[in-house]
């Protein structure tokens, strides 16, 4: 049975051949982010097992064999609040599951144990991402900078979660993901 590191691995090579036509388009593994909860003062931490950067924003989370499914209705909640296209990417013995929590527009790769992919259904655009959720991809310098090419003015004592709610009720959520994608393509040297 192979691990979530060699399915990753398998899955880095077929993003690359169907989804990565750029030379420029970057590959993040274990993307952390954050969403806000209701009626919690402390935003929940999610972890993509792969993102794309590449003029839009793609996750995949990664179910191997050995893997559940038990968590992945929440982190599917989680994901559509932040990127653009949203893959499971699931070794078969969860296929039958994974058709059962998993919504339609999420894309859906089917691993074997040989290291195969099999393409079973193909990521719907996802236009229920939010701007709060979006701007925990970046960094507090990022967010002063966005806040100062909008004329938002910040103050240092502001708390991050001050600031993104700053950002996310003035900026146009376009403007936000366009500058959350330069930001991780400049971080990863893209």
């Avoid at 929440?74 to 058709?99: I, M, P």
């Avoid at 909008?150 to 700053?166: L, M, Q, S, Y």
């Amino acid at each position: 049975m192979l691990s979530p590191a060699a399915i990753r691995d398998n899955l880095k090579g077929w993003v690359t051949t169907h989804l990565s036509k750029d030379v420029n388009d970057v590959l993040i593994e274990e993307l952390g982010f954050v969403n806000r909860q209701e009626g919690r003062s402390v935003d929940m931490t999610f972890r993509a097992d792969l993102a794309v950067a590449n003029g839009r924003l793609v996750a995949f989370e990664i179910k191997s064999g050995a893997d559940t499914l038990k968590r992945w209705p929440s982190q599917c909640d989680a994901y559509f609040n932040v990127f653009d296209e949203v893959w499971l990417c699931t070794h078969g013995r969860h296929l039958e599951k994974a058709l059962e929590v998993t919504p339609k527009g999420v894309g859906i790769l089917v691993a074997d144990d040989l290291g195969g992919l099999v393409l079973l259904r193909n990521a719907k655009p996802n236009r229920q991402a939010n701007a709060y959720d979006l701007t925990g991809l970046l960094w507090r310098e990022e967010l002063d900078a966005l806040c100062e090419q909008n004329g938002i003015v910040v103050k240092k004592k502001e708390t991050k979660a001050e600031v993104r709610g700053k950002v996310s009720g003035s900026v146009p959520i376009d403007s936000i993901r366009s500058c959350v994608l330069a930001c991780l393509k400049d971080r990863k040297g893209g």
